[in-house]
């Protein structure tokens, strides 16, 4: 069976919203939201197919945009790959040219509606920012919190609570203060064991690569809804993560670092190369900063972790 390509657009509004269409209910899974776009014809890129389609369905013209993240998926009768892009700039006024209801959601609010099931990897990269903020090692509880007051008055909405050295009660207290302090600002992601998991039910959660290895077979540790992420390092990670199904993972490390020196750096091909076909938005590791943030994004990452290149 031949896989179906097609081309669909994140289209960013005002104050965070994304514009969805509702499918016809005589299409393949009709009646079901979807971001718009289209088949991608012989000849076309994905990009060329994204203006097309979303000039013929909503009367724009689109004027910055940028890849997202590619979803390979299998229904019963059909195999698509979807080529998402986000729509950052675009001149005209959406409307169902196609006469298809519209409607512009908060990013937070789109795990409420009804989508195929291939859009839920669209729907996590939709919401998650392109940076991921990793806490220092070695601070004082209360500089670590001063630290994470000034990541989010500086605009940071995702962050992991790494704190190595800090006994389990230290952490558990932290973590408690931490999530105090970024509620409603930022989500936070912690780590530790799974037993805690349901001590903190504000919190996502952030396997390390052992853990991941371990508890695969359990299946999903933590109900969905709540951010799960997975730390990887090759493809066999990679094929566990898909298969706990993880909202994303940290793919490290890509460049060498001085607080890993012993660690092989796999470079930018090869991580280009690992997320051909991986089905979850995944976050760049390892001697990268914020300037790195687009050219991730062109080899199909989300975006970009860091620990002191994005710690204020």
């Not at 269409?21 to 012989?42: I, M, N, S, T, Y």
């Not at 203006?51 to 004027?63: D, F, H, M, P, Y």
């Not at 909202?247 to 091909?269: C, K, Y």
């Not at 914020?290 to 620990?307: H, K, L, M």
Request: contains cysteine; aromatic residues 6%; glycine residues 10%.
């Amino acid at each position: 069976m031949k896989r179906l390509h097609v081309a669909a657009g994140v289209i960013r509004g005002g104050a965070g919203h994304v514009l969805i269409a509702k499918r016809p209910v005589d299409k393949h899974q009709g009646g079901l939201w979807e971001f718009p776009g289209g088949k991608v014809e012989p000849g076309e890129t994905a990009e060329g197919a994204l203006a097309r389609e979303l000039a013929e369905e909503l009367g724009i013209a689109v004027n910055a945009a940028r890849p997202l993240i590619q979803v390979r998926h299998d229904y019963p009768d059909k195999q698509v790959l979807l080529d998402v892009w986000e729509v950052l700039e675009f001149d005209g006024e959406p409307h169902g040219a196609e006469g298809q209801p519209l409607a512009w959601v908060p990013a937070e609010d789109l795990p409420r509606y009804e989508f195929p099931a291939a859009n839920r990897p669209i729907i996590a990269a939709a919401r998650l920012p392109k940076s991921y903020l990793i806490t220092p090692d070695n601070l004082a509880p209360q500089e670590l919190l001063c630290g994470v007051a000034r990541a989010l008055d500086a605009g940071v909405r995702l962050l992991q609570l790494r704190c190595p050295a800090l006994a389990d009660a230290q952490y558990r207290t932290l973590a408690t203060e931490v999530l105090e302090l970024c509620a409603g600002r930022a989500q936070v992601m912690l780590k530790g064991p799974l037993e805690w998991t349901q001590d903190f039910p504000d919190a996502g959660w952030h396997l390390t690569a052992s853990q991941l290895r371990k508890h695969t077979d359990a299946g999903r540790p933590i109900e969905t809804g709540r951010w799960l992420a997975a730390s990887c390092h090759d493809m066999t990670e990679l094929d566990l993560a898909n298969q706990m199904g993880v909202d994303f993972i940290v793919l490290s490390p890509i460049l060498a670092t001085a607080s890993h020196p012993e660690a092989r750096p796999m470079g930018w091909q090869r991580a280009a190369n690992m997320l051909l076909g991986f089905a979850q938005p995944a976050y760049l590791l390892g001697g990268l900063g914020p300037r790195d943030v687009e050219r991730a994004a062109q080899i199909g990452a989300q975006g970009v972790a860091g620990i002191r290149a994005f710690w204020p």
